[in-house]
C-alpha cells in the first residue's frame, strides 16, 4: 500500500473549518483514500473513503486532487470533541475469492486540537 | 446496536505468562481484525478473521495467535508474555469481506507486562 505524509499537528479555532492535509504521491490506480481518527483512549473512527471523487458524509468532506497524488480531509465548523489524531490511509482491496483481505497501515496521523 | 465489545478492559501480567483477549463483534459482522497499538511503532495489523478462518496475517512472532469462533466472536492468545508486548489491543469488525467497508473499532483492551 502506498505512503502517506501527514503533518504531524495542526490547532484549530472551534467553530472554524479544519482542513487536513494528506500526502500520497505514490499512490496507485485502484487504491482507495480513507481517513480515521482516534480521539484519546478509544478505538480509531471512521470518517471517511474516496477513490478519485470528492466525497461528503455527515462529519466531513474529503477533496482529492485530479492527479490523486494529495487530498485533504475538511471538518466545516470543528467543536472540541474533534480533537484527535486523524489518520490518512491508503489502501487497495485484495480480493480472493469469497471475499477480500482488509489490512489497515496506519503512520502516525495528525494530531488536531481544537481550541475553544 | 451495540458496539464492538473488548473484555477485559485492563490487564496487567508478568513475563512468561500468557494472555487471552476476547472481542464480540457487532451483531451481524462476520469479520475480525486485531491491531496492536504502542507509543513507538503506532497502529499495526495483527490478522484478520472471517468464517472461523484466518485470512491475513501481519509481520508479528508466532506467540501471537487468534482463533474466531462460529458466532463470530474471537479471542487473541500471547504466549510467554515480553516486555514490549505492552500495548493497547484493538479489535475491530466489518459486516462482510467485501471492498471498501468501514471497520468499527472497540475501545481496546490494555495489556501491561511487569
Known amino acids: 500500500d502506498a505512503k502517506t505524509t501527514q503533518p504531524p499537528s495542526m490547532d484549530c479555532a472551534e467553530g472554524r473549518a479544519a482542513n487536513l492535509p494528506c500526502n500520497h504521491s505514490?499512490?496507485?490506480?485502484?487504491?482507495?483514500v480513507y481517513w480515521y481518527r482516534q480521539i484519546h483512549s478509544q478505538g480509531p473512527q471512521y470518517i471517511i473513503h474516496?477513490?478519485?471523487n470528492n466525497e461528503t458524509n455527515e462529519m466531513a468532506s474529503l477533496i482529492i486532487t485530479e492527479d490523486r497524488k494529495s487530498s485533504t480531509l475538511i471538518l466545516p465548523h470543528a467543536t472540541l470533541r474533534d480533537t484527535a489524531v486523524y489518520y490518512c490511509?491508503?489502501?487497495?482491496?485484495?480480493?480472493?475469492?469469497?471475499?477480500?483481505?482488509?489490512?489497515?497501515?496506519f503512520g502516525k496521523g495528525t494530531l488536531l486540537t481544537v481550541n475553544p | 446496536k451495540a458496539g464492538v465489545t473488548q473484555t477485559p478492559r485492563y490487564l496487567i501480567k508478568t513475563r512468561g505468562q500468557q494472555v487471552t483477549l476476547s472481542c464480540s463483534p457487532i451483531?451481524?459482522?462476520?469479520?475480525v481484525s486485531w491491531y496492536q497499538q504502542t507509543p513507538g511503532q503506532g497502529l499495526q495489523f495483527l490478522f484478520e478473521?472471517?468464517?472461523?478462518?484466518?485470512?491475513n496475517k501481519g509481520n508479528f512472532p508466532g506467540r501471537f495467535s487468534g482463533r474466531q469462533f462460529s458466532n463470530s466472536r474471537s479471542e487473541m492468545n500471547v504466549s510467554t508474555l515480553e516486555l514490549g508486548d505492552s500495548a493497547l489491543y484493538l479489535c475491530a469488525s466489518r459486516q462482510r469481506q467485501a471492498a471498501n467497508e468501514k471497520l468499527f473499532f472497540g475501545s481496546g483492551t490494555q495489556l501491561s507486562v511487569l
Open positions: 451483531s451481524g459482522h462476520r469479520s
Open positions: 505514490t499512490i496507485s490506480g485502484n487504491e482507495y
Open positions: 490511509i491508503v489502501r487497495v482491496d485484495r480480493s480472493f475469492s469469497g471475499g477480500s483481505n482488509y489490512k489497515l497501515t
Open positions: 474516496g477513490l478519485k
Open positions: 478473521y472471517f468464517s472461523e478462518t484466518q485470512r
